[in-house]
């Protein structure tokens, strides 16, 4: 997936430091203004009108920085506030100078302004107002200011689980396409190789026939071994996570014919042909296909939950993986039917160690309190369960971990 940004030629700084984040497009789409919420903008009003206590700053924030390239918004948004999340703050600090909270560039500076016991963050150009034009010694080159745009997190974190992870029920893994064989007798596969597949069985009902038909389907990822998730409270399975093995291209659909053979015509069987264009690991016989869902604009702008929100982490992604760590990612036993929705920021908590209270004669048993641990963003929501990865940690983090809104 490509990260593309839209072009400007005049840019407001510090609303852009935490007003959108990562953009996934196709190639060659220009990039959207997303909405600013009603809310967003009624907390940034206020903050404009008084500006932000001093208390609210972060311990060491800068009185002046550059933009770097490399840099992302998150990461710059956490120099200047103790929550790098409370982005509408941030864009209210300097809201006189902002129309498009959408944007920042590398080599443009920002300040504070501490006057009056209330901090306000300003702008400033060194060489002017931005252009589409980069000047480099000893030699000029242009570049669209659309490929200088900074994200709000790194886009290599997230961009791999946009495209791997999949959450899906038992019957539609079951049902899915297969592949049920490859050439010469391979019993291993990977790219460059030819494989055969089918979406059909033999009761004709379960599954969808492979087409290469107009509109239908082409590209396909494969998955393998569907695990199931269950809640760690109540071990109920909220869906089950697929293992991305790679992804096939659908060369030819599958058909059946007649054949003649001995005065019968029994029905001859002829598999899709599919060749594997991407392979993250070997593929064989009776691994899964399913169709590469129609890429998405996607915005993650930091927030916390709109509805109170609390539940745990139901498993740490990766087979070999017991603890996460920064920029890792979970899944988490919320989502689309708890109000769950990408960009929502989490407060981690380490569940309280129980133990015996050996100062008293009884020795009864205690509970330490659970101790705020990190932060975690949601990126990809499911109906039960959500992907999210880790953004700040102190201590790792570990199945059956708790979250909570982050303030």
Not at 131 to 151: C, E, F, H, V, W
Not at 193 to 209: I, L
Not at 303 to 317: F, N, R
Request: charged share 20%; hydrophobic share 40%; net charge neutral.
């Amino acid at each position: 997936m490509q990260t593309i940004f839209g072009r400007f030629s005049h840019i407001s700084i510090a609303a852009s430091l935490v007003g959108t984040a990562l953009w996934g497009v196709t190639p060659g789409l220009q990039a959207q203004n997303f909405p600013i919420t009603p809310g967003q903008k009624a907390t940034a009003t206020q903050v404009a009108e008084a500006g932000v206590p001093l208390s609210e700053l972060a311990p060491n924030a800068p009185d002046e920085y550059t933009v770097k390239r490399g840099d992302t918004l998150w990461a710059i948004s956490g120099m200047f506030l103790k929550s790098p999340w409370r982005w509408p703050e941030l864009w209210g600090m300097n809201l006189q100078d902002i129309r498009n909270p959408h944007r920042i560039y590398p080599g443009q500076q920002l300040y504070l302004d501490k006057t009056g016991g209330r901090a306000t963050l300003r702008t400033r150009q060194a060489d002017g107002p931005p252009t589409d034009t980069i000047r480099l010694s000893p030699r000029t080159r242009s570049q669209s200011l659309a490929d200088a745009a900074i994200p709000s997190l790194p886009a290599n974190v997230i961009e791999p689980f946009l495209a791997e992870p999949l959450i899906v029920d038992a019957a539609t893994f079951a049902t899915a396409p297969r592949i049920v064989a490859a050439q010469e007798g391979r019993v291993l596969l990977t790219r460059g190789d030819r494989a055969y597949a089918r979406g059909t069985y033999s009761d004709g009902v379960t599954g969808k026939t492979l087409s290469d038909a107009k509109g239908e389907p082409l590209d396909y990822r494969v998955f393998r071994n569907a695990t199931p998730l269950k809640d760690p409270t109540t071990k109920e399975i909220l869906g089950y996570e697929a293992q991305f093995v790679g992804k096939a291209e659908l060369v030819r659909g599958e058909s059946s014919h007649s054949a003649s053979s001995g005065g019968k015509t029994p029905a001859e069987i002829v598999p899709a042909t599919i060749d594997i264009v991407v392979a993250k690991e070997e593929m064989r016989v009776g691994d899964r296909l399913i169709a590469e869902p129609p890429r998405e604009l996607l915005s993650y702008v930091p927030h916390a939950p709109i509805l109170p929100m609390e539940g745990q982490i139901v498993s740490v992604y990766g087979s070999a993986v017991t603890y996460a760590a920064e920029n890792q990612v979970v899944v988490i036993n919320r989502g689309i039917q708890d109000g769950l929705e990408r960009g929502n920021v989490m407060a981690i908590l380490k569940n309280g160690e129980r133990l015996t209270d050996r100062t008293d004669q009884a020795k009864p048993q205690i509970k330490l309190p659970n101790e705020r641990n990190g932060l975690l963003m949601v990126f990809k929501t499911f109906d039960k369960l959500s992907y999210a990865l880790v953004l700040q940690i102190v201590d790792g983090v570990k199945v059956g971990d708790r979250f909570v809104n982050p303030n």
